[in-house]
């Protein structure tokens, strides 16, 4: 597996269709079996602060202001005011024409910027578009770009321009001499089957991509977890094969801790421990956080409180 | 590394009798066989002291059995058998958490296993074969089969209360009454089944429970009044079991040892394959009779898949069998836990490569680390006989023709699992198999309305489905 592989359609049709095959009643059932994993006492307050730390709080509507992006760049960044152990997250994640409202108000936090691009959520966009879209949000400041792959030219197997594209995007994310990490999203939702998702995580990785990314959040189904245990399994065998780590991030869908901590048990029992980091491990969400800080609130105090105790931005 | 706090289940659901009598005749009664202790393997602790039923208790079970059959159950209607049978299915839905707790206390499985596995699939059966009781004219077993009589049933320690479900619910839903006697080491959730008898109005003397040891078994598929004989077990029982009928007209199912193929062909699923492998051998700690304790890999992806059998192993958790979190729990007994050593310690003997995961096994009770060999040839003894514990042998082949072959070249012939991509040679296997379950791309999956059973050394006779009421009925 190295970069001198012929990158035409045919080469990597042969390269993608010769990776193992993937069962899908079997994928689902190892799944649900990591899910019954019982997270209690130490080990749930040690996932808990982990999937805070994990998370790439998501704004991404139309009617997105400045204002609303810098309360949530002010709650990513102390996610509960009056306890100071909590931690930050790890990232705001925006469109590109709020990157530098947010870049502002996170200064100094150590909390990175992630920003859309590439005409997200449908990628219908010329590539000299989507180039364009990543280059100004890289020089407006945006730590991380997260792009979508073109989906109608990977079922139609044109998997050649699939991965000239992400080259040439994670060649957008250095503009300006900036390096920014470039999170590459499958849209796995639209691919249908396990084995395209397994394909589709190849192919990402083979062109470029710092993190492998399941979903927009804007198509259904979005994040699940024999999903992301796919994408697991993908990047597990990937660093094994060719030396280089890469990321994973379940996005969309994902609003309880409970099912946080789920996935975190399956990053320790797929990928292993070392993916169980914020630089390996992203959950895209809006409404996780605040579930997160309930739980640690009742952990810590052995009462529930109510969701007016934890803020709604 | 993300360590996983322990998540005990807790105890207190179960309400533990110091002592527990025989239950004949719909009430508990006491034995004239002596006592005998429970112990949990786990912790060697003892849980209940249980009567012993001897040959008088056998006697007495039988003909309080026989009682009942004539006078009650033959002669309702199968729809009221139904609901009987419906009632006891859904109290064990209702008492689901006590019944997993006491059958990990007594047995030493992980409590994820009796909660997700044994328990449901209990009930699951008991529903299955109540849909049964009052249809049995379209079962295409002839217009109108009649029960047999009285069904004297023996059953193992690996799964007590499964096994009892299997045995009990198609006896039931039949017409037959029954009298069973559950495992030396393991009769306590069967002694609960018995409460749960009473607490569904079963007329009394239609299930007759008796603990006791292989004495007992003997003196009750020995009796005279038993008209079915069902056993669950060793393959050297069930030769004794098949000697001692033979000549009488009972009828006998047997379902016996194994030593299952299972297969892995280069275009397999291989997550899933490991993920079959790993339930197929480690699955209850390996005391599955349709264990697949060979593993046949094709030459080409041998490597890679031993490789990432390792890999996988080396989360499996070991332990305390009421944490949540435990994969693999206490081998049964002192005495299993050393035929498990003696075979294993074969295995190495005759050149085998043992290879186990770092792991800490509990200082009191019986464990035992999940093992593979690698290296094994067919005329390794850990390639032929069967240990009934967490030990996988692995073997090799290069083409379909040669894995068929050695997958056959067994006594035993329960189960098989197939591991490839390509439906065509599924089915190519399937007929070619000489085992009475083939798994396509799945392991140890079980299923009340699926049937169940072997060739040669594994036993005759099929439970489960369609084919499990044959064995209760008149046909």
Same mark, same amino acid.
């Given at each position: 597996?190295?970069?001198?592989?012929?990158?035409?359609?045919?080469?990597?049709?042969?390269?993608?269709?010769?990776?193992?095959?993937?069962?899908?009643?079997?994928?689902?059932?190892?799944?649900?079996?990591?899910?019954?994993?019982?997270?209690?006492?130490?080990?749930?307050?040690?996932?808990?602060?982990?999937?805070?730390?994990?998370?790439?709080?998501?704004?991404?509507?139309?009617?997105?202001?400045?204002?609303?992006?810098?309360?949530?760049?002010?709650?990513?960044?102390?996610?509960?005011?009056?306890?100071?152990?909590?931690?930050?997250?790890?990232?705001?994640?925006?469109?590109? $024409?709020?990157?530098?409202?947010?870049?502002?108000?996170?200064?100094?936090?150590?909390?990175?910027?992630?920003?859309?691009?590439?005409?997200?959520?449908?990628?219908?966009?010329?590539?000299?578009?989507?180039?364009?879209?990543?280059? /100004?949000?890289?020089?407006?400041?945006?730590?991380?770009? $997260?792009?979508?792959?073109?989906?109608?030219?990977?079922?139609?197997?044109?998997?050649?321009?699939?991965?000239?594209?992400?080259?040439?995007?994670?060649?957008?994310?250095?503009?300006?001499?900036?390096?920014?990490?470039?999170?590459?999203?499958?849209?796995?939702?639209?691919?249908?089957?396990?084995?395209?998702?397994?394909?589709?995580?190849?192919?990402?990785?083979?062109?470029?991509?710092?993190?492998?990314?399941?979903?927009?959040?804007?198509?259904?189904?979005?994040?699940?977890?024999?999903?992301?245990?796919?994408?697991?399994?993908? !990047?597990?065998?990937?660093?094994?094969?060719?030396?280089?780590?890469?990321?994973?991030?379940?996005?969309?869908?994902?609003?309880?801790?409970?099912?946080?901590?789920?996935?975190? !048990?399956?990053?320790?029992?797929?990928?292993?421990?070392?993916?169980?980091?914020?630089?390996?491990?992203?959950?895209?969400?809006?409404?996780?956080?605040?579930?997160?800080?309930?739980?640690?609130?009742?952990?810590?105090?052995?009462?529930?409180?109510?969701?007016?105790?934890?803020?709604?931005? | 590394?993300?360590?996983?706090?322990?998540?005990?289940?807790?105890?207190?659901?179960?309400?533990?009798?110091?002592?527990?009598?025989?239950?004949?005749?719909?009430?508990?009664?006491?034995?004239?066989?002596?006592?005998?202790?429970?112990?949990?393997?786990?912790?060697?602790?003892?849980?209940?002291?249980?009567?012993?039923?001897?040959?008088?208790?056998?006697?007495?079970?039988?003909?309080?059995?026989?009682?009942?059959?004539?006078?009650?159950?033959?002669?309702?209607?199968?729809?009221?058998?139904?609901?009987?049978?419906?009632?006891?299915?859904?109290?064990?839905?209702?008492?689901?958490?006590?019944?997993?707790?006491?059958?990990?206390?007594?047995?030493?499985?992980?409590?994820?296993?009796?909660?997700?596995?044994?328990?449901?699939?209990?009930?699951?059966?008991?529903?299955?074969?109540?849909?049964?009781?009052?249809?049995?004219?379209?079962?295409?077993?002839?217009?109108?089969?009649?029960?047999?009589?009285?069904?004297?049933?023996?059953?193992?320690?690996?799964?007590?209360?499964?096994?009892?479900?299997?045995?009990? /619910?198609?006896?039931?839903?039949?017409?037959?009454?029954?009298?069973?006697?559950?495992?030396?080491?393991?009769?306590?959730?069967?002694?609960?089944?018995?409460?749960?008898?009473?607490?569904?109005?079963?007329?009394?003397?239609?299930?007759?429970?008796?603990?006791?040891?292989?004495?007992?078994?003997?003196?009750?598929?020995?009796?005279?009044?038993? $008209?079915?004989?069902?056993?669950?077990?060793?393959?050297?029982?069930?030769?004794?079991?098949?000697?001692?009928? /033979?000549?009488?007209?009972?009828?006998?199912?047997?379902?016996?040892?194994?030593?299952?193929?299972?297969?892995?062909?280069?275009?397999?699923?291989?997550?899933?394959?490991?993920?079959?492998?790993?339930?197929?051998?480690?699955?209850?700690?390996?005391?599955?009779?349709?264990?697949?304790?060979?593993?046949?890999?094709?030459?080409? !992806?041998?490597?890679?898949?031993?490789?990432?059998?390792?890999?996988?192993?080396?989360?499996?958790?070991?332990?305390?069998?009421?944490?949540?979190?435990?994969?693999?729990?206490?081998?049964?007994?002192?005495?299993?836990?050393?035929?498990?050593?003696?075979?294993?310690?074969?295995?190495?003997?005759?050149?085998?490569?043992?290879?186990?995961?770092?792991?800490?096994?509990?200082?009191?009770?019986?464990?035992?680390?999940?093992?593979?060999?690698?290296?094994?040839?067919?005329?390794?003894?850990?390639?032929?006989?069967?240990?009934?514990?967490?030990?996988?042998?692995?073997?090799?082949?290069?083409?379909?023709?040669?894995?068929?072959?050695?997958?056959?070249?067994?006594?035993?012939?329960?189960?098989?699992?197939?591991?490839?991509?390509?439906?065509?040679?599924?089915?190519?296997?399937?007929?070619?198999?000489?085992?009475?379950?083939?798994?396509?791309?799945?392991?140890?999956?079980?299923?009340?309305?699926?049937?169940?059973?072997?060739?040669?050394?594994?036993?005759?006779?099929?439970?489960?489905?369609?084919?499990?009421?044959?064995?209760?009925?008149?046909?």
């Amino acid at each position: 597996m190295t970069a001198q592989l012929a990158l035409d359609d045919a080469g990597l049709r042969r390269l993608l269709h010769g990776l193992p095959p993937v069962d899908q009643v079997g994928a689902d059932a190892r799944a649900a079996k990591l899910g019954t994993r019982s997270i209690k006492t130490t080990a749930k307050a040690e996932a808990l602060d982990l999937a805070v730390r994990m998370v790439d709080l998501t704004t991404l509507e139309g009617a997105d202001t400045p204002g609303k992006v810098r309360a949530l760049c002010a709650k990513g960044i102390r996610p509960e005011p009056d306890q100071p152990d909590c931690p930050s997250v790890a990232a705001i994640c925006v469109y590109g $024409d709020m990157v530098e409202t947010a870049k502002a108000a996170l200064a100094g936090s150590g909390v990175k910027v992630a920003a859309v691009a590439t005409a997200f959520p449908s990628g219908r966009a010329p590539l000299a578009v989507k180039l364009a879209d990543t280059a /100004a949000a890289v020089e407006a400041g945006a730590d991380e770009i $997260d792009m979508v792959i073109d989906r109608g030219a990977f079922l139609a197997g044109r998997y050649g321009a699939v991965a000239e594209e992400i080259a040439a995007v994670k060649e957008a994310c250095r503009t300006g001499g900036h390096d920014a990490h470039l999170k590459v999203i499958l849209e796995t939702g639209e691919l249908a089957t396990y084995d395209n998702v397994k394909r589709a995580s190849w192919l990402a990785m083979l062109s470029g991509a710092d993190f492998i990314k399941t979903s927009t959040g804007k198509v259904s189904p979005a994040a699940t977890l024999p999903v992301t245990l796919l994408m697991l399994e993908s !990047v597990r065998d990937f660093r094994a094969q060719t030396g280089r780590q890469v990321g994973v991030k379940p996005a969309g869908g994902i609003r309880t801790a409970k099912d946080a901590i789920k996935y975190l !048990v399956t990053v320790n029992e797929t990928a292993g421990p070392d993916w169980l980091d914020p630089d390996w491990f992203r959950f895209g969400a809006s409404s996780l956080l605040n579930d997160l800080l309930l739980q640690r609130r009742k952990l810590a105090t052995g009462v529930y409180s109510g969701p007016d105790y934890v803020t709604v931005d | 590394m993300f360590e996983y706090a322990p998540a005990p289940e807790s105890r207190s659901v179960v309400d533990l009798k110091p002592s527990y009598g025989l239950f004949v005749g719909g009430e508990f009664v006491e034995g004239s066989g002596g006592a005998f202790k429970s112990v949990n393997p786990a912790t060697e602790e003892v849980l209940a002291e249980v009567a012993l039923a001897d040959a008088a208790d056998v006697d007495r079970a039988v003909a309080v059995a026989r009682k009942a059959y004539d006078e009650v159950w033959s002669r309702m209607p199968g729809a009221e058998r139904a609901k009987y049978i419906y009632r006891i299915a859904r109290i064990i839905q209702e008492r689901a958490r006590e019944l997993a707790v006491l059958e990990s206390l007594d047995n030493g499985k992980p409590i994820r296993e009796s909660r997700d596995v044994d328990i449901p699939l209990a009930a699951a059966h008991f529903f299955y074969y109540a849909g049964w009781a009052d249809k049995l004219g379209y079962a295409n077993l002839g217009p109108d089969p009649k029960p047999l009589g009285v069904a004297g049933q023996v059953i193992p320690w690996n799964f007590p209360l499964l096994m009892l479900a299997w045995k009990v /619910a198609p006896a039931l839903a039949c017409g037959n009454t029954v009298v069973l006697k559950p495992a030396e080491t393991t009769p306590l959730t069967a002694l609960l089944f018995a409460e749960i008898c009473q607490q569904a109005d079963l007329p009394p003397g239609v299930v007759n429970i008796l603990t006791g040891a292989g004495a007992t078994g003997a003196a009750l598929v020995a009796h005279p009044g038993v $008209d079915k004989v069902a056993f669950t077990g060793s393959t050297e029982v069930g030769r004794m079991i098949a000697k001692q009928v /033979a000549g009488t007209s009972k009828k006998v199912t047997l379902e016996l040892g194994g030593k299952a193929a299972n297969l892995v062909f280069d275009d397999a699923p291989l997550e899933q394959a490991i993920e079959g492998i790993v339930d197929g051998i480690f699955f209850n700690q390996g005391h599955v009779c349709c264990a697949g304790s060979r593993l046949l890999v094709q030459e080409s !992806v041998a490597e890679e898949v031993v490789d990432r059998l390792r890999e996988r192993m080396k989360t499996l958790r070991v332990g305390d069998p009421l944490d949540k979190n435990t994969d693999l729990g206490a081998i049964n007994s002192a005495e299993q836990l050393a035929r498990i050593r003696t075979l294993t310690e074969a295995g190495e003997a005759e050149g085998a490569t043992r290879w186990s995961p770092p792991c800490e096994l509990p200082e009191r009770g019986f464990f035992f680390a999940p093992t593979i060999f690698t290296g094994v040839s067919q005329a390794h003894r850990i390639a032929r006989e069967e240990i009934f514990g967490p030990v996988l042998s692995v073997l090799t082949f290069r083409t379909p023709a040669e894995a068929v072959e050695k997958a056959n070249n067994t006594a035993y012939g329960l189960s098989a699992g197939v591991w490839t991509d390509k439906g065509s040679r599924i089915l190519w296997l399937a007929q070619r198999m000489r085992a009475g379950v083939v798994w396509a791309n799945t392991f140890n999956r079980f299923d009340p309305t699926s049937p169940f059973g072997g060739y040669k050394e594994s036993g005759y006779g099929r439970e489960g489905g369609r084919h499990g009421l044959e064995a209760y009925l008149d046909v």
